[in-house]
C-alpha cells in the first residue's frame, strides 16, 4: 500500500533554514507529481510547492517563492522541501501528498495519498 | 485566487442522521472539486474528486454533487468515525485552494 514519511521538522528560529524530507513507497514513484501541503493554526490548509514526476517542472505558492525550494531524487523515492529565511508564519505541519496525474507535467492538482506530516515551529 | 466559503462551521448531528455540508466558490470551477476528511492528529483523507467520484476505498453513504459554484457533500447515514473535520479544494485554477473546514461533532 501507499506510504509516504516525512522527516526533518523541528524548532528553527526566524532567517535560519530547514530541510524536510519524505519517503514514498507503494507506487512507481518516478510516475507522478508530488506536493508540499502544510496546516497552518488559523490559516487551514495550503498547497505550497509542486514537482512533476520529473523534476522538470515546479510551481510555489506565493507566500514561499524565492525561500522554499521542491526537489526530487526518483532513484530513492524520496521529496525534499528545502527552506529557508524561515518566518514565523512558516510554523505548521508539512505534509507530503501525492498527485493521482499518471506522468501529467503539471499535474492533476489534487491529493489521493498523505503523509503524516512534520511539524516545523520557528521561533526566537 | 478562488475563495472556497464552507457551511455550516460546525454541524451537531447523532449516529444514522443525514449529514449536508456546502462548499461555495468565489467563482467558477467547474466540476473540479473535492471533498477530504481529516480527524484529529491525522492527515487528510481524500473522500471526492471532480464534484462526484469516491475516492477508492471509500464507502458509498459518501457522495458528492454541485458544479461550478455550489457543491455539497453527503454522508446518508452517519457512522461514528465519521465525525471529523471536512474541507472542500478546487483545483480549476491556480493557486488551488481549500475552504475553512466544517467540523461533523456528536449531538
Known amino acids: 500500500q501507499v506510504q509516504m514519511v516525512e522527516s526533518g521538522g523541528g524548532v528553527v528560529q526566524p532567517g535560519k533554514s530547514l530541510r524536510l524530507s519524505c519517503a514514498a513507497s507503494?507506487?512507481?514513484?518516478?510516475?507522478?507529481?508530488l506536493h508540499w501541503v502544510r496546516q497552518v493554526p488559523g490559516k487551514g490548509l495550503e498547497r505550497v510547492a509542486f514537482?512533476?514526476?520529473?523534476?522538470?517542472?515546479?510551481h510555489y505558492d506565493d507566500a514561499v517563492r524565492g525561500r522554499f525550494t521542491i526537489s526530487r531524487d526518483n532513484s530513492n523515492n524520496t521529496l525534499f522541501l528545502q527552506m529557508k529565511s524561515l518566518r514565523s508564519e512558516d510554523t505548521g505541519i508539512y505534509y507530503c501528498a501525492k498527485d493521482p496525474g499518471d506522468r501529467s507535467s503539471w499535474g492533476v492538482g489534487h491529493f489521493d495519498y498523505w503523509g503524516q506530516g512534520a511539524l516545523v515551529t520557528v521561533s526566537s | 485566487e478562488i475563495v472556497l466559503t464552507q457551511s455550516p462551521a460546525t454541524l451537531s448531528l447523532s449516529p444514522g442522521e443525514r449529514a449536508t455540508l456546502s462548499c461555495r466558490a468565489s467563482?467558477?470551477?467547474?466540476?473540479?472539486l473535492a471533498w477530504y476528511q481529516q480527524k484529529r492528529g491525522q492527515a487528510p483523507r481524500l473522500l471526492i474528486y471532480d464534484t462526484s467520484n469516491r475516492a477508492t476505498g471509500i464507502p458509498a453513504r459518501f457522495s458528492g454533487s454541485g458544479s461550478r459554484t455550489h457543491f455539497t457533500l453527503t454522508i446518508s447515514s452517519l457512522e461514528p468515525e465519521d465525525f471529523a473535520v471536512y474541507y472542500c479544494?478546487?483545483?480549476?485554477?491556480?493557486?488551488?485552494?481549500f475552504g475553512q473546514g466544517t467540523r461533523l461533532e456528536i449531538k
Open positions: 467563482q467558477s470551477v467547474g466540476s473540479y
Open positions: 507503494g507506487f512507481t514513484f518516478s510516475m507522478y507529481g
Open positions: 514537482i512533476s514526476y520529473d523534476g522538470r517542472n515546479t
Open positions: 479544494q478546487q483545483r480549476s485554477e491556480w493557486p488551488i485552494t
